[in-house]
T-cell receptor
Framework: DVKVTQSSRYLVKRTGEKVFLECVQD?????MFWYRQDPGLGLRLIYF???????EKGDIPEGYSVSREKKERFSLILESASTNQTSMYLC?????????????FGQGTRLTVV | GNSVTQMEGPVTLSEEAFLTINCTYT??????LFWYVQYPGEGLQLLLK?????DKGSNKGFEATYRKETTSFHLEKGSVQVSDSAVYFC?????????????FGQGTTLQVKP
């Protein structure tokens, strides 16, 4: 079974803390993504990476950074957590196939910032 | 830029009713189109896809046809079951690069009652 694994299902952090969300995939995929999911807004892309050490901003990168030191692992970092970053965070991965890309998702991390 | 618009939910149906969830898109070029489903407490999984105009994607009794003339990809099922209760996301991929980036609609919640 192909798998994208996120390190935590639920997290509660305090305002101002530095938060790390980890994602690992076992499919040797080139592309990895971080989305946040909010009611009525669907999924919005925060950052993505198409290769080790490569990253590109998505639609809402402010307040976030990412790290991809190894192909299978993509980390999302909240430098100083704020209450408006309370959300569901979804990691995904896909292969480098133009036009036929199926993304595989992790189960999500529900982050609450208090 | 590229975007996806879905009908607002929630959609509440009785078991065995006919389902339509509308999806329209705006895109340059020739995107691939997808429907993803998110069951309660889980991440997203691919339901079906279509990669060119007039293609029909189908899976588990669900169907959607890629209509370039109306820029639509409506999801249909002839007879829904309680187990189909979930959130459904329409998405498109940008075929101009190999990054596999997906753009999602806001999601439509389907509730099926016995």
């Amino acid at each position: 079974d192909v798998k994208v694994t996120q390190s935590s299902r639920y997290l509660v952090k305090r305002t101002g803390e530095k938060v790390f969300l980890e994602c690992v995939q076992d499919m040797d995929h080139e592309n990895m993504f971080w989305y946040r999911q909010d009611p009525g807004l669907g999924l919005r892309l925060i950052y993505f990476s198409y290769d080790v050490k490569m990253k590109e901003k998505g639609d809402i990168p402010e307040g976030y950074s990412v790290s991809r030191e190894k192909k299978e692992r993509f980390s999302l970092i909240l430098e100083s957590a704020s209450t408006n970053q309370t959300s569901m965070y979804l990691c995904a991965s896909s292969t480098e196939q133009r036009g036929n890309t199926e993304a595989f998702f992790g189960q999500g991390t529900r982050l609450t910032v208090v | 830029g590229n975007s996806v618009t879905q009908m607002e939910g929630p959609v509440t149906l009785s078991e065995e009713a006919f389902l339509t969830i509308n999806c329209t898109y705006t895109a340059t070029g020739y995107p691939s189109l997808f429907w993803y489903v998110q069951y309660p407490g889980e991440g997203l999984q691919l339901l079906l896809k279509a990669t060119k105009a007039d293609d029909k994607g189908s899976n588990k009794g669900f169907e959607a046809t890629y209509r370039k003339e109306t820029t639509s990809f409506h999801l249909e099922k002839g007879s829904v079951q309680v187990s189909d209760s979930a959130v459904y996301f329409c998405a498109l991929s940008d075929n101009s690069s190999n990054t596999g980036k997906l753009i999602f609609g806001q999601g439509t919640t389907l509730q099926v009652k016995p």
